[in-house]
């Protein structure tokens, strides 16, 4: 059996996305999770299955006790950091194609610097035993830094340029701007880019992620449910997840530019029965720069190392050949850990994200990113 | 040196990690070696995952290796290091196959490229825990 169109995106739902927030991440969550269940045009006591995530401050009972769900009958978690919400969908689909549960919420709210910086939190979680050990003594506390050496030894091995991740940043913006619920509105420029300060060279201020707060929701519901929900339903044509070799520690891993993603990519496109040509928009986990630059290689989208050129030229912008993050993504919406990029897939594939639209769209892909490496995708389809 | 004073991450060494730091603080560099396949792992874990066996020891690592990557950390993500910013930290091809990630000392990044060849150094952060750091050969 093949998880192909066997689920439907059917719901999505999202606060306003803020910098700071007095509200809890519950309350977040809870509000985004009933507009995701009204804009499916269900009632919260149609929900059978729930995958919150896993540092949300959630837990799918807190559904039960909240929405007063008669029969939760179907409850996972997908901890793996930034990928968690595309590999819900995962989850969910096999969830409802395996007849478990009819119309599953995913769920994710964050309250950013409200609730702690990342840094405090990172040393706290299992999946950061080594690193804590071994790398956080060097001064090694933060994604930025994790990751800045993926970086540097793609510029050496391949000629890639400060300039060519600029190009990232300031084609999310852009598209930002096009966005009510985005936070950065401010026009950015590649001279912007090159001046804002440096973090963990290479990365720059502009190079990373903002820290936000708000929640997103979407329901997955099983296909033949899903034709009478109110919108036209999106389906899961595709889905994968995938692990790097070393998954805990990015020093050892045996090719530091070679992610999750790389494995699971081919599977998902397997899946769906589509090719890369097919793609019409890609919404893809943007929590730095260059992590965009090498999934659009581990994808297959370029042969590694020519991500840098790649992305130059428009070719990634509205209006380009493969436009990216039509939202503006974590580095200019919103960092909500990649559930907004469904959210948003979601709204491109039913022709409702206005000025944002890309015309005629009826495939588009979605990743996630997580913790050392992890990754995520979805290919979804109208 | 006076262990109030020191004010950065310190590593809490495991049952399996133990030796590697105590000889750490002996000022060697030691790596796990898998008994049955002789492959060498860190960080330091049960299983090899090349043979699946849990016997290993710990053999003497030369100290030496070459440049896989780097960063120069401006921002301190951490208010103890503000003071040293910026600092590079080098990820290391050590001779024996596993990689190490360790600052380093005496000359900046314009010095580095992939490849170059450095040496392991001793600094002591506490009584009981020493780090490691490279200084380019």
Redesign the interface.
């Known amino acids: 059996m093949s998880l192909r169109d066997q689920a439907c995106v059917t719901g999505i739902g999202e606060t306003r996305y803020t910098r700071e927030t007095t509200r809890s991440q519950a309350e977040l969550t809870f509000e985004a999770s009933l507009a995701a269940i009204a804009d499916a045009g269900l009632d919260p006591k149609d929900i059978d299955g729930v995958v919150p995530y896993a540092m949300g401050g959630v837990i799918a009972e807190d559904f039960v006790t909240n929405f007063g769900l008669p029969d939760l009958r179907y409850s996972a978690v997908t901890p793996m950091g930034g990928a968690s919400s595309v590999a819900a969908l995962q989850n969910a689909a096999l969830a409802v194609a395996g007849g478990l549960a009819n119309h599953v919420l995913i769920c994710l709210g964050r309250g950013a610097l409200s609730t702690g910086r990342i840094t405090d939190r990172i040393g706290m979680m299992p999946q950061f035993r080594l690193v804590a050990e071994h790398e956080m003594p060097m001064g090694t506390v933060a994604p930025a830094q994790f990751y800045a050496p993926m970086a540097r030894r793609h510029m050496e091995l391949y000629g890639t340029t400060s300039e060519q991740l600029g190009e990232i940043a300031v084609t999310f913006r852009r598209h930002a701007q096009l966005h009510d619920n985005a936070m950065m509105q401010k026009p950015m420029t590649l001279a912007d880019h090159q001046a804002s300060r440096m973090i963990a060279d290479p990365l720059r201020l502009y190079d990373c992620c903002l820290e936000s707060a708000g929640a997103a929701a979407v329901v997955i519901s099983r296909a033949d449910l899903a034709r009478d929900c109110r919108h036209t339903p999106v389906y899961i044509g595709g889905v994968a997840e995938g692990h790097p070799d070393s998954p805990s520690t990015i020093t050892q891993r045996p090719d530091i530019c070679r992610i999750g993603l790389a494995k699971a990519a081919p599977k998902a496109f397997a899946m769906a029965g589509v090719t890369h040509a097919d793609i019409d928009v890609a919404e893809i986990y943007d929590c730095f720069t260059y992590i965009v630059l090498c999934q659009l290689e581990d994808m297959g989208f370029c042969a590694k190392g020519e991500g840098g050129q790649f992305v130059q030229g428009g070719r990634i912008a509205l209006g380009g050949e493969l436009p990216v993050n039509t939202h503006g993504g974590l580095l200019s919406q919103a960092h909500i850990a990649g559930m907004n990029h469904i959210v948003e897939l979601t709204r491109q594939l039913r022709h409702q994200a206005g000025a944002r639209q890309v015309p005629d769209a009826e495939v588009g892909l979605v990743t996630g990113y997580g913790d050392l490496g992890d990754g995520s995708i979805a290919i979804l389809h109208r | 040196m006076n262990d109030l004073a020191y004010d950065?991450?310190?590593?809490?060494?495991?049952a399996v990690?133990r030796p590697y730091w105590d000889a750490l603080r002996e000022h060697r560099l030691v790596l796990q070696c898998c008994r049955q396949c002789h492959t060498v792992r860190?960080?330091p874990?049960p299983v090899c995952d090349r043979c699946y066996s849990m016997d290993y020891e710990w053999i003497p690592a030369s100290g030496r290796g070459t440049v896989?990557?780097?960063?120069?950390?401006?921002?301190?993500?951490?208010f103890a290091?503000k003071r040293?910013m910026?600092?590079v930290?080098l990820?290391v091809d050590l001779e024996e196959g596993?990689?190490?990630?360790?600052?380093l000392r005496g000359a900046d990044?314009s010095a580095l490229?992939?490849g170059a060849p450095v040496e392991v150094v001793f600094e002591d952060?506490t009584d009981e825990?020493t780090?490691p750091a490279f200084r380019l050969l």
């Open positions: 950065k991450p310190l590593p809490e060494p495991s990690s860190h960080y874990r896989h990557s780097w960063s120069t950390y401006h921002h301190p993500f951490h290091f040293d910026p600092y930290v990820t596993v990689r190490l990630q360790a600052p990044a490229r992939l952060a825990i780090l």
